[in-house]
């Protein structure tokens, strides 16, 4: 009775949730079987409603688009590819908002370590000098947005608003706004067109970063304090955990995640614009929200990052199979975030009901 | 209050109340019988069912089934306006005032007394004035909220209450953060009211309060009623006994070993601490096995000192030793390795991550201690988070239960033993048995005890002077943020009325005994 279920909690979250139900299952069991399943739905770690409606999606998009090449193994490869920036700062994005941080910087990140890393390729420097600068600039970023967050007190939300106008007029300013070339054989393999064997390097690198975070969340003293952090941040400091290290931790792991997606982009396009991955931002959060990350804090699911981060791109996708314009399929993205959130906020909302 | 006697309808009249939640059952049948112009206490361990009783009450939710009569009416709530409506007012125990605005403009908020959609101020004022006098308490309904002391501002959140209840006024723990004199303030304006004709519903964790204040009891337990009585037919230990379930343990006194533990090297020492100007030439050590009780009055400084010693508060001087060694911590993250650990006032926002389990709440002390090679082992932290629950008896499902499901007791067990399980030698506790049933907070205490008398020291900050003389060794008297003396409390026990008169403020201290 899954419609039943959907009314009852609707009507308001903060009220009791069986009010109206109770009346109809009086049997105990039913009753139980109702909850179980709302709990299910509304209440699990990954929002499963949500999911399942984006799944539902790419189900009408098979039936509509059948004879197109949407459900063909090479389309579904494009899309992981295409992805996989986003893919990572999705990964470093889920300790940012499980510690009650946000950042709005990172997407900000790529053109500049992306047009660095080529402008240093194109004057005759090595690869690891390119790629060394490329993460410097997300290290003195992140470190950048840490310091001012947690020494100023300032929210991060703000100082990250401020660094996308700086990092933004930066990369205008290095590239001269034309796109700089890489002819690095080298480097357009290991950071783009490259495979091992039969996989393709980018899918090594978003399931390599993938598992590295869920490890490093799930784990490690580190990810259990990122957690404690942002589920309370005073009760994490008075149980001993260094709570401001751990903010500017997570700002620089996002701000280096950044980096790295300039590397990814830059290497599949083999040169450095200052419009790498314009729109990562809404479609990043998108893939962090629908996974399962809590924005309130405290909880986080990389996993989930990873796998919104392909039910976004297949939705995308679908979408401008079935011939709408990226225009409208910003728009798409841009509600599904609010659903997203709103669902989140409501599975909340139910659970604090049953106090 | 004798014509409110005889009045055959009774004030509230709550009858065969049931919730549920879920799939679970919260009440089970509840009656709760007020008679007009008397004042009702309703007591009951944390998750007794008191909230959501009072919740019904005052129209936040409905009962499952249940009738609600107010003066021989029956009646319905679909939302709190709707129960103001019929009279019933409740002050809650989390403050719901607006700090920047003036007394009478939270009196009246969203009620307010308007011509033509402008406000009519002075109106509200006149009114507001009124209240005030019928409560003979003397606040400007000008002033502004924030300004005022706790105790005022309580006594604005009961005439805002008492301005639509002309049939019943619930309070809910009013005076779990007042001080001494406030709270015999707030007991003749609770009189006040009720010998107006209107009935009282008074909640309160606190026993002697309600022998001293109250007409009758209901005591509810797991959702159920089981004692309903005149308070002149009934006695303290039948009260804690039905509150608990029979299974109330004796507190600990000190221990017998005591003295002698008193010739060894200070384990806390504190030389001239100062905090801004809150706290000034703070003083004091305290020796292995022993429990050192704070007492002072709200404002006092006795929170400030505590997080002071635990490197929680910016601009500290002076000095800080542990175990003979210099600890002066400079964050809660270096006191914690120093071997001092906080329990602090509000657990809910200060000492756990409620959306989060037992196991994780437990663990976060000693991360780096549960890990295996550089991983956090989950094996080790199972556990530890099941050793601490059967130690401590923490009721609960198991370790993987959020924390923000279980009764305050519970709660504040989970704080306790994140401490233990942290290894440290000096225990710093704020109010540790605030808002925990009889029953938890005797088991505390015990812990307490015996964490002491393995040779570690408690600094115990309580504002229930009854409890500082059943568990402290030694108690130092703060006020006006220094240390005015430090008395003993073994093996000669202190009473209350002494350590009252110790902790007013200087300039009050001759006016407070006359009063009382």
């Not at chain 1, 290991?190 to 390599?208: D, E, H, Q, R, Y």
């Not at chain 1, 990873?306 to 996708?317: R, W």
């Not at chain 2, 502004?144 to 002391?149: A, C, I, N, P």
């Amino acid at each position: 009775m899954p419609s039943r279920a959907k009314n009852a909690v609707a009507k308001n979250p903060k009220e009791d949730p069986d009010a109206s139900s109770v009346a109809i299952f009086q049997g105990s069991s039913w009753r139980e079987y109702a909850y179980k399943l709302r709990r299910a739905l509304f209440a699990s770690e990954s929002s499963l409603l949500l999911v399942l409606v984006m799944l539902g999606l790419v189900i009408v998009f098979w039936v509509q688009l059948r004879d197109t090449a949407f459900m063909s193994t090479s389309n579904f490869m494009n899309i992981v590819k295409a992805k996989t920036p986003v893919a990572v700062m999705a990964v470093a994005t889920v300790f940012v908002i499980s510690a009650g941080e946000i950042d709005l910087s990172f997407a900000s990140v790529p053109p500049v370590s992306g047009v660095l890393a080529a402008l240093l390729l194109s004057h005759g420097h090595g690869l690891p000098a390119a790629v060394a600068a490329a993460l410097a600039v997300g290290l003195v970023v992140g470190l950048t947005n840490g310091a001012i967050t947690v020494l100023v007190g300032i929210p991060s939300f703000i100082v990250t608003l401020g660094m996308i106008g700086v990092l933004q007029g930066a990369a205008r300013l290095i590239s001269g706004e034309e796109a700089i070339p890489i002819v690095n054989n080298t480097y357009t393999s290991a950071f783009g067109t490259g495979s091992l064997g039969p996989i393709p390097i980018l899918l090594i690198w978003t399931v390599g970063i993938g598992v590295l975070g869920a490890v490093v969340l799930r784990s490690t003293p580190f990810g259990k304090a990122v957690l404690a952090t942002g589920g309370n941040p005073v009760a994490a400091r008075y149980s001993g955990i260094r709570t401001r290290r751990i903010k500017v931790a997570v700002l620089v792991l996002s701000a280096l995640s950044g980096a790295l997606a300039g590397l990814l982009y830059s290497g599949q396009l083999a040169s450095g614009r200052y419009d790498l991955g314009a729109g990562d931002l809404l479609t990043t959060l998108a893939a962090v929200i629908i996974g399962g990350t809590a924005l309130s804090g405290g909880r986080g699911n990389v996993a989930g990052a990873i796998a919104g981060a392909l039910l976004v791109g297949l939705v995308n996708n679908g979408v401008i199979l079935l011939g709408f314009s990226t225009a409208q399929q910003q728009i798409f993205t841009g509600v599904i975030i609010v659903i997203a959130v709103a669902l989140s906020a409501h599975r909340r909302g139910q659970l604090g009901s049953l106090r | 209050m004798n014509e409110a006697v005889d009045s055959p309808n009774l004030a509230l009249e709550m009858l065969g109340i049931r919730k549920v939640y879920g799939a679970t059952e919260v009440l089970h049948g509840v009656d709760l019988q007020v008679r007009p112009g008397s004042i009702h206490a309703l007591v009951g361990a944390n998750g007794a069912g008191k909230s959501t009783l009072l919740k019904i009450a005052d129209g936040a939710t409905a009962a499952t089934t249940g009738r609600i009569l107010v003066n021989g009416l029956e009646r319905q709530f679909a939302s709190p306006v709707e129960a103001r409506r019929s009279g019933i007012g409740m002050v809650f125990q989390e403050r719901s005032l607006l700090p920047d605005l003036s007394v009478a403009d939270n009196i009246f908020l969203n009620d307010e007394v308007s011509r033509a959609g402008w406000i009519n101020w002075r109106a509200e004022v006149r009114e507001s004035s009124r209240i005030f006098d019928r409560l003979r308490v003397r606040i400007s309904p000008a002033a502004l909220v924030g300004q005022l002391g706790v105790g005022d501002q309580q006594m604005v959140e009961i005439a805002k209450a008492l301005r639509l209840a002309t049939s019943v006024l619930i309070l809910d723990e009013p005076t779990a953060a007042l001080s001494e004199r406030e709270v015999q303030r707030l007991f003749t304006v609770a009189r006040q009211i009720a010998s107006s004709g209107v009935g009282i519903v008074y909640v309160s964790h606190r026993i002697a309060e309600v022998f001293e204040l109250c007409d009758e009891v209901t005591v509810l337990r797991d959702g159920r009623v089981v004692l309903t009585a005149a308070l002149a037919d009934t006695d303290m230990r039948r009260i804690v006994e039905a509150i608990a379930g029979g299974v109330v343990r004796e507190m600990h006194g000190p221990s017998e070993a005591r003295g002698q533990e008193l010739d060894q090297p200070p384990m806390l020492e504190v030389r001239k601490v100062e905090v801004g100007t809150k706290l000034r030439d703070i003083s004091f050590e305290v020796r292995p096995g022993e429990i050192l009780g704070v007492a002072g009055l709200a404002g006092s400084g006795r929170s400030t000192l505590l997080k002071a010693l635990f490197g929680a508060v910016p601009n500290r001087a002076g000095e800080i030793r542990v175990a003979g060694r210099r600890a002066n911590p400079a964050s809660p993250a270096d006191a914690v390795r120093k071997g001092l650990y906080l329990i602090p006032e509000d657990r809910k926002t200060e000492g756990l991550v409620m959306s989060h389990s037992i196991e994780a709440n437990l663990a976060l002390s000693i991360l780096r201690r549960l890990c295996v090679g550089p991983f956090f082992s989950v094996a080790r932290s199972a556990r530890l988070a099941q050793q601490t629950i059967g130690q401590l008896r923490i009721q609960t499902k198991d370790e993987r239960q959020a924390v923000e499901w279980l009764s305050g007791g519970n709660q504040q067990k989970v704080v306790l033993g994140k401490a233990f399980s942290a290894g440290g030698r000096v225990l710093l506790l704020d109010e540790p048995t605030f808002g925990v049933d009889v029953g938890s907070a005797a088991e505390i205490t015990a812990r307490v005890r015996a964490f002491t008398d393995e040779g570690n020291s408690v600094v115990w900050v309580t504002s229930e002077l009854r409890e500082m003389i059943k568990v402290a060794d030694r108690i130092l008297i703060l006020a006006d943020g220094t240390v005015r003396d430090i008395v003993s409390n073994w093996p000669e026990r202190r009473t209350e009325p002494e350590i009252t008169h110790l902790i007013q403020p200087q300039s009050v201290t001759g006016a407070a005994s006359a009063a009382s």
